[in-house]
């Protein structure tokens, strides 16, 4: 499954192949004993992956990016697997799973990573041109807990499900671009909302 994705189209390189390799290892022993995830089959990781690199595809380009709740790994650490040249800041407040975004960021040696044990509003000094993140909560309380770590040019983006539609009226958000794919829908906010 992930080797039929087009890097030339996602502008990833080969190498991605290879991480993605460790990463399946890794989360599959680690996930048993600390339970950082529910699917923890090799295609259920793969269709995590190919979620998290999706918007690659539409998202403008960005010098550095902070994902809010990487949690095992979706999709900060995927993102920043694929973009090895990107500044990538993992924010996740549980230890258990910064230790593992720790591990695999070591095994992979992947210098572009900074993995931050901090809820985001307890982050300081941090602006970042991107912001992602995955089922952490609505859209409003998103966009008002990274406050912090934005500026009016930052762009946003959230992995939403099915309720999509009832946040971005909650958020009154008017410039917003929406992609979907199977039941996930990319929520892309560019720079002032």
Not at 83 to 109: C, T
Request: proline residues 2%.
């Amino acid at each position: 499954m992930l080797h039929n994705i087009d890097l030339e189209k996602l502008k990833i390189d080969k190498e991605f192949f290879h991480r993605c390799d460790i990463f399946i290892t890794l989360l599959q022993k680690w996930g048993k004993v600390h339970n950082l995830s529910g699917r923890l089959t090799k295609e259920d990781i793969e269709e995590n992956i190919i979620d998290s690199i999706s918007p690659l595809e539409f998202i403008d380009n960005y010098d550095s990016f902070a994902d809010i709740g990487t949690g095992a790994g979706y999709p900060g650490l995927i993102l920043a697997m694929a973009k090895a040249d990107k500044k990538s800041y993992l924010i996740e407040p549980r230890q258990k799973r910064v230790a593992f975004l720790n591990f695999v960021k070591n095994s992979l040696g992947l210098k572009n990573v900074e993995v931050l044990c901090k809820r985001v509003e307890e982050v300081e000094g941090l602006k970042v041109d991107l912001v992602t993140s995955r089922a952490v909560t609505n859209t409003k309380l998103l966009l008002d807990i990274t406050a912090n770590i934005s500026t009016d040019k930052t762009s946003f983006l959230f992995y939403k499900g099915s309720l999509l539609e009832s946040e971005i009226e909650e958020a009154k958000l008017k410039n917003c671009i929406i992609h979907s794919r199977k039941d996930r829908n990319y929520l892309y906010l560019k720079g002032k909302i």
